[in-house]
C-alpha cells in the first residue's frame, strides 16, 4: 500500500474484520471471560512436545495468513514487506480483534518483539533479506540469547567468546534463560569479542542458526510447570562474519535496540499480561460474569488498572515516536515495562479477590488457568527484560538525577 492508497481507519477496519470473519471465530462469553480463547494457552504452561509442536505450526499458519492479507507488519516499511501503515491503523486491527478467538501467538513474541526491529536497524542487507520478512510471515521463529550464568542484570558480564577466523567468527559459551529457544530457527546472540576493553565496549552481536549442531538446547522448568525457558550450550558455533550486528566490539549499542523493544512489548503486555487494555476488557468481563462489576471497591481497583493501562501505552507511544524520528528510546520504555508489570500486580490482586479459591484450585472448568497464570508468572515478567530494581534505579539516574549506584567493577 503506498502514501496515496492508503485506506482511512475506517474502510481499513471494515477490511480487517472482514478478515477475522472469514478466517476466525467470533467470541463467546465462555471463551473471552475465562481466557484467551480455547485455541490459546498460557505462555508458561505445562504441554507435551506434541502440543508444543502443534502450537507452532498454527502459529505459523497464521502470521502466513496475516501476513499475506496485508495485516501481519501493519507499521512495516513497504520497502522490506511491511504495509507502510500508522500505528493508529494498528490499533484498529488489535480492537478488531480483541472480538475473535485468534490463534496463539506467543511463539512469535520474542521474535516479532526484538529480534526483527534488531535486524531491521543493525544488519547487513543480506541478512535482512534473508529473515526480516520471513520473521514477519511466520517462517522463521527467533529467540534471543543475552543472559548467561553469571550476566543477567548485569548483562554486559557476558563471557561467551567470539573469535575471528577469516570470513567467519568461532562462538563458544552458554546462555540461560533462553525463551523459545526449542523451537526457534535463529537466535540472536551477544558475545564477547575484546577482553580488553572496558566491560561495556568490546561485545559483538550476531545473527545465529539455532539448528547448528553445535548448539546444545537443554529445557529448565519453571514453577508454572511449563519450561518455556532453556540452557543453551555453544560449542565452537561457525558464524559467517556477513551474520554480525553492527560493528565489531560495539554490540551493547545494538543490544540497547533488543532490550527497548523488549521493554516496550513487556509493558504493554505482549509479555507482561494484565497491563494491556486488551487484558482490561477481559478483566472487566470478568466482574460481570460475578455480578462485582457494580461493587465499589471493585469498580475503584479496575479505574486504577484502566488508569495504569493507559500511562504504560501512552509512554509506550512516547518511545515509538523517538523511534520514528531517528533517535533512540531511554528512560520511557523503563517506565513502560515497570508500570506495566505493576499493572500486572494490580491485576492479579483484583482476579485473586474475584475467582477466590477456583484460581487455585484445579476444578476441571475451563480455561481457568489462563488467569492462575497471570499470577505464577508474573514474578517472570517482573524479573525478564529487566527487573523492577533495575528497572527504578535507571529512572532514579537517568530521570530523576540521582547519584549512580556504587559499583565494584570498571
Ligand atoms: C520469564 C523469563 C524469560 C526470560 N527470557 C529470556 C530470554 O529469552 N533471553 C535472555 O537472554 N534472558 C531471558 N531471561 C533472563 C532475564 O533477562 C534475567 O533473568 C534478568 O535480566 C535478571 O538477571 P538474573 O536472573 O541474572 O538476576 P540477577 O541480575 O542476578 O538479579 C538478582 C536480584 O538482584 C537484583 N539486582 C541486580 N542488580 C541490581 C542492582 N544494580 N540494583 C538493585 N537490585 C539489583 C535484581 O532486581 C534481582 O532481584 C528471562 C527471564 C525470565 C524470568
Known amino acids: 500500500m503506498s502514501e496515496t492508497t492508503s485506506p482511512s481507519i475506517e474502510e481499513f477496519r471494515a477490511s480487517a474484520q472482514a478478515f477475522l470473519d472469514r478466517t476466525c471465530e467470533r467470541r463467546t462469553e465462555e471463551t473471552f471471560v475465562w481466557g484467551q480463547g480455547s485455541d490459546k494457552v498460557g505462555m508458561f504452561e505445562e504441554k507435551s512436545k506434541a502440543d508444543e509442536q502443534r502450537i507452532v505450526e498454527t502459529a505459523k499458519a497464521w502470521r502466513r495468513q496475516l501476513f499475506d492479507a496485508g495485516f501481519g507488519w501493519i507499521t512495516?516499511?513497504?520497502?522490506?514487506?511491511?504495509?507502510?501503515?500508522?500505528?493508529?491503523?494498528?490499533?484498529?486491527?488489535?480492537?478488531?480483534?480483541?472480538?475473535?478467538?485468534?490463534?496463539?501467538?506467543?511463539?512469535?513474541?520474542?521474535?516479532?518483539?526484538?529480534?526483527?526491529?534488531?535486524?531491521?536497524?543493525?544488519?547487513?542487507?543480506?541478512?535482512?533479506?534473508?529473515?526480516?520478512?520471513?520473521?514477519?510471515?511466520?517462517?522463521?521463529?527467533?529467540?534471543?540469547?543475552?543472559?548467561?550464568?553469571?550476566?543477567?542484570?548485569?548483562?554486559?558480564?557476558?563471557?561467551?567468546?567470539?573469535?575471528?577466523?577469516?570470513?567467519?567468527?568461532?562462538?563458544?559459551?552458554?546462555?540461560?534463560?533462553?525463551?523459545?529457544?526449542?523451537?526457534?530457527?535463529?537466535?540472536?546472540?551477544?558475545?564477547?569479542?575484546?577482553?580488553?576493553?572496558?566491560?561495556?565496549?568490546?561485545?559483538?552481536?550476531?545473527?545465529?542458526?539455532?539448528?547448528?549442531?553445535?548448539?546444545?538446547?537443554?529445557?529448565?522448568?519453571?514453577?508454572?510447570?511449563?519450561?518455556?525457558?532453556?540452557?543453551v550450550f555453544i560449542n565452537e558455533l561457525r558464524v559467517p562474519d556477513s551474520h554480525r550486528l553492527g560493528d565489531v566490539d560495539e554490540g551493547w549499542g545494538v543490544a540497547l535496540t533488543t532490550l527497548m523493544n523488549e521493554r516496550m512489548s513487556i509493558g504493554t503486555g505482549m509479555g507482561g499480561g494484565g497491563s494491556s487494555l486488551g487484558s482490561f476488557t477481559r478483566l472487566v468481563a470478568l466482574a460481570q460474569h460475578f455480578g462485582r462489576n457494580t461493587d465499589p471497591v471493585v469498580r475503584q481497583q479496575l479505574a486504577d488498572i484502566y488508569m495504569h493501562a493507559n500511562a504504560s501505552r501512552w509512554n509506550n507511544l512516547r518511545g515509538l515516536a523517538k523511534i520514528k524520528s531517528g533517535q533512540t528510546p531511554g528512560p520511557e520504555m523503563s517506565i513502560a515495562k515497570l508500570t506495566g508489570t505493576l499493572n500486572g500486580l494490580r491485576t492479579a490482586s483484583v482476579v485473586g479477590e474475584l475467582l477466590g479459591p477456583r484460581l487455585t484450585a484445579d476444578t476441571g472448568e475451563w480455561g481457568t488457568f489462563a488467569w492462575s497464570e497471570l499470577i505464577v508468572g508474573l514474578p517472570g515478567a517482573r524479573i525478564a527484560g529487566g527487573t523492577d530494581e533495575v528497572m527504578r534505579n535507571i529512572l532514579g539516574e537517568r530521570v530523576l538525577g540521582l547519584p549512580k549506584d556504587p559499583s565494584h567493577q570498571k
Open 76 to 231: 512495516g516499511p513497504l520497502e522490506f514487506g511491511g504495509s507502510g501503515l500508522t500505528s493508529a491503523h494498528q490499533r484498529a486491527f488489535l480492537e478488531e480483534a480483541t472480538g475473535y478467538r485468534t490463534p496463539d501467538e506467543n511463539p512469535f513474541t520474542i521474535g516479532l518483539g526484538m529480534v526483527a526491529p534488531t535486524i531491521q536497524a543493525h544488519a547487513t542487507p543480506e541478512v535482512r533479506d534473508r529473515y526480516l520478512q520471513a520473521l514477519w510471515r511466520g517462517e522463521v521463529i527467533a529467540c534471543q540469547l543475552f543472559s548467561e550464568p553469571i550476566a543477567g542484570s548485569d548483562l554486559a558480564g557476558i563471557q561467551t567468546r567470539a573469535v575471528r577466523d577469516g570470513d567467519e567468527w568461532v562462538i563458544s559459551g552458554q546462555k540461560v534463560w533462553t525463551s523459545g529457544a526449542q523451537y526457534s530457527d535463529i537466535g540472536e546472540i551477544i558475545t564477547r569479542t575484546n577482553v580488553d576493553k572496558p566491560k561495556h565496549k568490546g561485545m559483538t552481536m550476531f545473527v545465529i542458526d539455532m539448528r547448528d549442531p553445535a548448539i546444545e538446547i537443554r529445557p529448565l522448568r519453571q514453577m508454572t510447570g511449563g519450561a518455556s525457558f532453556n540452557e
